[in-house]
């Protein structure tokens, strides 16, 4: 039996659906998805099997105009995620269009070394009218020579096959990356600090979100076979802790049982999960929380 297997870089502007598509294409959620940009701060690997092929796909944060230390972090491990894959697909959201970040990634695109394969996914088809998708297609297939143009609601799941599909038939013969039933590549605990950085995101409001991260400290089996996780909630304000603990500590009670709902879920057992929120001013300076998160900090420089 033939083989093939390969890493499939997913780029595109934050809030694209990179994360949407990883899991939908996974089969499991194996990256946390929210409403908000910036979601994803790292590279995420997930793993599906289509036919003999084996899909790595590599799941990276958004591609914007980076400020401080953490987006530049962010991008570069976007961008390096784009250069060691075998295929890059870009996404781009169909009812936003040729956005001026959109601009960016292909000037980006266009400096990667040449012969790469690059294919163009025009995601959340659900939302404008087919007319719209031939004019965009149009006008970006004119701006850089992608091999294949896929149209797709990665939520919705439209499209999703066919591009799945191609791609097992692009990646390189190769034996098999990872056990055939292995889903990600991502420590336990980071996966775990995720879940919980997701309700954080998705109920803490405006800029709270970007100055927070989420460490797991440590990890206990226990005899029952349930887990004890304790994680830290860095912030960097004593005013910023007291909006996650909520009042009478509400808040992060209600973050931590969805948290832990979803992380049982994740695991198929009982887990107990133990939060605490700690201010450090300058943890978005710290070596440290950036190795926790997967990134390179000197990219951050
Ligand atoms: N209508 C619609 N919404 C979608 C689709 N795909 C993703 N979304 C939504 O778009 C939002 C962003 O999705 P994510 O998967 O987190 O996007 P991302 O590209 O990973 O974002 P970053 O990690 O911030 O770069 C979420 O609210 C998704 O539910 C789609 O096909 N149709
Ligand atoms: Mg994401």
């Given amino acids: 039996m033939t083989t093939r297997a390969g890493f499939v870089a997913l780029i595109g502007e934050p809030n694209a659906g990179k994360s949407t598509l990883t899991n939908r294409m996974v089969g499991a959620k194996v990256s946390i ?136 038939g692009e990646v390189p013969e190769s034996p098999w990356l990872y056990p055939e039933d292995q889903i990600a590549d991502l420590p336990m605990r980071t996966i775990a600090a995720e879940i919980t950085r997701e309700k954080l995101t998705l109920r803490l409001h405006q800029e709270l979100p970007y100055q927070l991260t989420v460490e797991t400290e440590s990890w206990e089996e226990r005899q029952d076979g349930s887990a004890r996780i304790d994680q830290v909630i860095y912030v960097m304000r004593d005013g910023h802790k007291g909006i996650v603990l909520g009042r009478k500590g509400e808040t992060v009670k209600a973050i931590g049982q969805a948290a832990r709902t979803e992380l049982e879920e994740f695991l198929g057992r009982k887990v107990h999960l133990f939060l605490q929120v700690k201010v450090r001013e300058n943890w978005l300076e710290e070596a440290e929380r950036y190795s926790e998160m997967g990134l390179d900090f000197k990219d951050g420089n």
């Fill in 33 to 168: 998805v929210t409403h908000k940009v910036q979601t994803t701060r790292a590279r995420i690997r997930g793993v599906a099997m289509e036919g003999d092929s084996q899909l790595v796909f590599v799941d990276t944060p958004g591609l914007f105009k980076p400020r401080r230390r953490l987006d530049r972090a962010m991008v570069a491990a976007a961008w390096g995620g784009a250069a060691d894959a075998d295929i890059i697909v870009l996404l781009v959201e169909a009812h936003r269009g040729i956005t001026e970040g959109v601009e960016r990634i292909l000037e980006g695109l266009a400096d990667l070394p040449q012969g790469r394969t690059v294919a163009l996914a025009i995601n959340k088809i659900d939302r404008v009218e087919a007319k719209v998708l031939l004019k965009l297609t149009e006008d970006l297939n004119e701006r850089y020579a992608f091999a294949k143009t896929f149209m797709i609601s990665a939520e919705k799941g439209h499209g999703v096959k066919d591009l799945r599909e191609w791609l097992a």
